[in-house]
C-alpha cells in the first residue's frame, strides 16, 4: 500500500502534462501529530524518528507540530527538536508562535469559559467524567504515564479539556449533543476525549497556516500530515497527503478524498519510516 501510494506521489509531483521541465518543484511542509505518531505512545520518546528529523533540518523543510498537548508541554519539545517553526495545540484550538508568543491565534473559546460550560453540563445532566480541571498533577502524571513536571505542563491549559469518560455511550452521545448546543464539539485522541470549540480543529489550524505561512519563492506548499487517532483527521484531510500510523489503541483516523500512505510500523519508527520514504521521493525529480 505504501510503496503505491508514494509512486502515485511521485508520478504527480514530477510527471507534468506535455513535457513541461520548467515547473518548479512543490515544496513540502509537514504537519505532525505527536502521541502516538511522532512520539511512542508508551514512552514519549522520538529517538526513533531522529534519521528523518535530521534530513528535514538538513533540507530546511518545516516542520509543524499538531498536538492535543498545551504550549508549555510543546514549547520544551520545541526546543528539544530545535525547530522554529509555528505550532498547533490543543487540537487545533490555537497556533503559537515562538519568536513572539503574543502573536498566538486562538480559535474559539478561552479555557475559563469551556470549563465553566463542560461543568455545568456535569452538575445539571448528572454526566460522569472526570477532567483536567478535577485532576490533580499527580493523577495526570498516573493517567498518562507522564512525568511530574510534564503533568504540571499538561495542566496549563488555554482552550481545552481533556476528558476520561466513565458513563456510558448513550449519555456519551447527549453529552455530545449538549457540548453542540453550546458552540464546542468532542473529539476523541488517543487516551481521553476532548472538549473543544466548534470553530478549532486540526484541520482548521493546517489551513489558516497554510494560508499564513510564507511561501516559497517561485514555488508552492505541498502539506503533508502524519497522525493516528480520529482526532488528526480533519488534519489527514486539509493535506495534500495524508500518513495514517497504525494505533495503538485500534482507534485509526479514515480521512477520505485525500492520497493516503499506511505506515507499516506506529510510533516513531513508522513515522521515521514513511517520511524517510517520501524524501526519496522528491529527490527523484
Not at 176 to 199: A, I, K
Request: negative net charge.
Amino acid at each position: 500500500m505504501a510503496g503505491t501510494c508514494l509512486a502515485y506521489l511521485h508520478h504527480n509531483l514530477f510527471n507534468y502534462p506535455g513535457g513541461e521541465t520548467n515547473v518548479p518543484q512543490p515544496q513540502l511542509i509537514i504537519f505532525t501529530d505527536l502521541d502516538g505518531t511522532l512520539l511512542d505512545h508508551y514512552n514519549y520518546s522520538w529517538q526513533a524518528a531522529n534519521p528523518a528529523l535530521k534530513l528535514l533540518r538538513e533540507r530546511q523543510i518545516p516542520l509543524i507540530l499538531c498536538t492535543s498537548k498545551t504550549a508549555a508541554e510543546v514549547s520544551k519539545l520545541h526546543q528539544e527538536l530545535k525547530l522554529t517553526t509555528p505550532f498547533i495545540v490543543e487540537n487545533g484550538a490555537g497556533i503559537i508562535f515562538p519568536e513572539n508568543m503574543s502573536s498566538a491565534h486562538f480559535f474559539g473559546k478561552p479555557y475559563s469559559e469551556l470549563i465553566n460550560l463542560v461543568q455545568q453540563l456535569r452538575r445539571q445532566k448528572g454526566y460522569r467524567f472526570q477532567g483536567f480541571a478535577d485532576f490533580s498533577v499527580a493523577e495526570i502524571a498516573a493517567e498518562t504515564g507522564l512525568s511530574i513536571a510534564v503533568a504540571t505542563l499538561a495542566k496549563q491549559r488555554l482552550c481545552s479539556e481533556p476528558l476520561r469518560w466513565d458513563d456510558n455511550l448513550m449519555k456519551l452521545e447527549e453529552f455530545r449533543n449538549d457540548l453542540t448546543r453550546h458552540g464546542l464539539q468532542l473529539l476523541r485522541g488517543g487516551r481521553f476525549y476532548h472538549v473543544v470549540s466548534d470553530r478549532a480543529g486540526k484541520g482548521t489550524a493546517l489551513r489558516w497556516l497554510l494560508e499564513h505561512y510564507p511561501s516559497p519563492e517561485n514555488n508552492c506548499w505541498y502539506s503533508v500530515a502524519l497522525g493516528d487517532g480520529p482526532n488528526d483527521q480533519s488534519m489527514l484531510e486539509a493535506a495534500d497527503l495524508a500518513v495514517v500510523i497504525p494505533s495503538v489503541s485500534g482507534l485509526a483516523p479514515k480521512p477520505q478524498n485525500v492520497t493516503i500512505i499506511h505506515a507499516t510500523e506506529q510510533g516513531p519508527k513508522g513515522w521515521n519510516q514513511t517520511v524517510c520514504d517520501i524524501l526519496q521521493q522528491f529527490d527523484k525529480e
